[in-house]
């Protein structure tokens, strides 16, 4: 092994050693700085990223009319072009005006924010939303949308938040269910084979007996999540050895999420 | 050093791709995984010095987008991407007399197997930190579609790369003439 490899190879295990050595606040720094440094990027991949199934969803829309509209004539055809644009339109407006009358409506201080970026790995469920500290997003914030919880705020840097689901295992929150006294912790599971995540409700009495349908809110316990908020409805319950678990099905639709409120405080 | 520079400019690029490249349903939500094609093909190609800088980086960027702190802890420290790609760079260095020859095929299978090494060593990091070992089909799927992918794109990545360093005069294989 020549001088160089050795001299190279200490150099990569100082630097190597010196960030195993981060602890978690200066692990959140290094997250939070990276995100900032990235977040041009991503906000613009996700303008693009729009625009290019926009695209998509307007060639597919021409190819539709195409075959049911042989006959009809370019000017015609831009001019349905054009209608399909509206109505693009139309839906982000209704969605805009959705979430405006929710924000006005609810009980809580919210901060609007929109999903930028999906995680890119295999094990862990977050999101990337384009509110950060200068909007007032600070760690260990609940996100929820007019349906129900989402998740909580992990790391925040001046523009950009990550937001872990409540699909993720580590995403505890403490809950209730509905017409009943039985409490319980929900988290995800580790693993997601659907497009739907499903959660678990842990630590439930044997004697739950919970019902499909029956509907899970947060129960305040814990400080994170304020009482009140939808999670999900029971899909089944099943006794175990110690305890009772019911897999609930989120109420919000993870998958497919745009718009979503952080929530900052009551009014 | 152009080339060098290139890859690290790539490496941040397909980092950010890979947030907006979607699972594949049909292959058990597996993820779509470029960087470490990028890497593993630097590794072949720049001297020992700089695939270890080239690792660093990449390792540095995993890190930055998987590490996650939660209640104060973290789960995985920073840091073990970059062993992870210094060790898996360092294997494929040392085949690079292999694809100086021309026999990039075990290079590309290589590179999913790396690739699902990678996805396999983070499971079992959470694992230890979360408990309860699982390894059901979907998990095996889920290790495995990555690595599987990755090896699918790679001789278009290599071959895509190869011409990149060929456009900026950078002599890939000095083994090359050597071994001829």
Known sequence: ?267 | MIFFVLLLVLVLFAQIAEFFIPVLPWLYNAHVYIVPVIVFYGAMALPFPLMLALALYAGLLLDAVTVQVIGGKVEISTGTSILLYGVLAGIMHGLKPLFARGHWEVHCVLSGVFTSLIVLAQYLMITFRRGSLVFTREVWWQIAGPGLIAMAVAPIFFWLLQWLARMTAYSYSPERERIQ
């Open chain 1, 1 to 267: 092994m020549s001088r160089t490899y050795i001299i190279a190879l200490l150099i990569f295990g100082a630097i190597l050693g010196y960030f195993l050595s981060f602890g978690p606040t200066t692990t959140q720094k290094f997250k939070s700085g990276v995100y900032q440094l990235l977040a041009p990027f991503l906000t613009g991949g996700s303008g693009l990223k729009k625009q290019i199934t926009s695209v998509r969803s307007g060639l597919k829309s021409l190819e539709q009319l195409e075959h049911e509209n042989a006959a009809l004539q370019v000017e015609n055809r831009e001019l349905r072009a054009t209608s399909q644009g509206l109505r693009d339109v139309e839906h982000e407006v209704n969605r805009l005006r959705h979430a405006l009358n929710y924000r006005e409506r609810s009980v809580f201080k919210l901060i609007p924010g929109e999903i930028i970026a999906r995680d890119s790995s295999t094990w862990w469920r977050t999101v990337t939303i384009n509110r950060g500290r200068r909007d007032g997003v600070e760690t260990d914030m609940p996100v929820v949308t007019d349906i129900g919880l989402v998740g909580k705020t992990t790391t925040v840097s001046d523009t950009i938040s990550i937001v872990l689901l409540i699909s993720d295992e580590n995403c505890r929150v403490a809950a209730s269910i509905e017409g009943s006294r039985e409490q319980g912790i929900v988290s995800g599971e580790r693993l997601t084979t659907g497009m739907t995540p499903l959660l678990d409700l842990n630590f439930l009495s044997k004697q739950a007996d919970l019902k499909p349908a029956q509907k899970c809110y947060t129960s305040g316990v814990g400080g994170v999540f304020p009482s009140g908020l939808l999670i999900g409805t029971v899909k089944s319950f099943r006794v175990r050895e110690l305890d009772g678990q019911a897999q609930l099905t989120p109420a919000v639709d993870l998958s497919h999420l745009e718009d979503v409120f952080v929530v900052t405080g009551r009014k």
